[in-house]
T-cell receptor, first 116, second 113 residues
Framework: GAVVSQHPSWVICKSGTSVKIECRSL??????MFWYRQFPKQSLMLMAT?????????EQGVEKDKFLINHASLTLSTLTVTSAHPEDSSFYIC????????????FGPGTRLLVL | GENVEQHPSTLSVQEGDSAVIKCTYS??????FPWYKQELGKRPQLIID?????GEKKDQRIAVTLNKTAKHFSLHITETQPEDSAVYFC????????????FGKGTKLSVKP
């Protein structure tokens, strides 16, 4: 089956620093990747949709200048949390849609971010 | 836009019993409905999906039914086992073939041995 990797799996940083999270589709090409945020015991909240070679589409309420998304290739998308604050602490999960089977989305293992 | 409601939020069953989780959606144009299983601290795993041209789909102990008229779909797990314990999310895809998945709030299933 399709594999999506995410790095790092967890990160602890000081308030004010920036953190970059990578999402890779390992065995398929992903024209579209999605970034979700998940708080404890809650559902997956879509933050933005990332299309290869174009600007990301952000959901309402998500600050595009704070959560920078880059989708430079068909296998890599990055999310950078800029000037992180404690309230940004969360579980961030990416998902990739297989270009050859456009309905199915596969999730990465997630990145747990803790901002001190 | 699409809105997905999922019930119940928690479900506890005895090992061997069946579990049913129900979801409703609002956008009649939605045509793809996946179910994901998420264990604590792990990624959501696709366990089964159904498209709007099909009323029911089964994969071993797991089945999904879809009622387009009523705009609801359900996950059925038979002969539950302790390893079925997890949070289950339903989703509906809105906006056509390139649309986004809208997730329900999840159901925490506990299977007691």
């Amino acid at each position: 089956g399709a594999v999506v990797s995410q790095h790092p799996s967890w990160v602890i940083c000081k308030s004010g620093t920036s953190v970059k999270i990578e999402c890779r589709s390992l065995d398929f090409q992903a024209t579209t990747m999605f970034w979700y945020r998940q708080f404890p015991k809650q559902s997956l909240m879509l933050m933005a949709t990332s299309n290869e070679g174009s600007k990301a589409t952000y959901e309402q309420g998500v600050e595009k200048d704070k959560f920078l998304i880059n989708h430079a290739s068909l296998t890599l998308s990055t999310l950078t949390v800029t000037s992180a604050h404690p309230e940004d602490s969360s579980f961030y999960i990416c998902s990739a849609r297989n270009a050859g089977a456009q309905e199915t989305q596969y999730f990465g293992p997630g990145t747990r971010l803790l901002v001190l | 836009g699409e809105n997905v409601e999922q019930h119940p939020s928690t479900l506890s069953v005895q090992e061997g019993d069946s579990a049913v989780i129900k979801c409703t959606y609002s956008d009649s144009a939605s045509n793809y409905f996946p179910w994901y299983k998420q264990e604590l601290g792990k990624r959501p795993q696709l366990i089964i999906d159904i498209r709007s041209n099909v009323g029911e789909k089964k994969d071993q102990r797991i089945a999904v039914t879809l009622n387009k008229t009523a705009k609801h779909f359900s996950l059925h797990i038979t002969e539950t086992q302790p390893e079925d314990s997890a949070v289950y999310f339903c989703a509906a895809r809105s906006g056509g073939s390139q649309g986004n998945l809208i997730f329900g709030k999840g159901t925490k299933l506990s299977v007691k041995p």
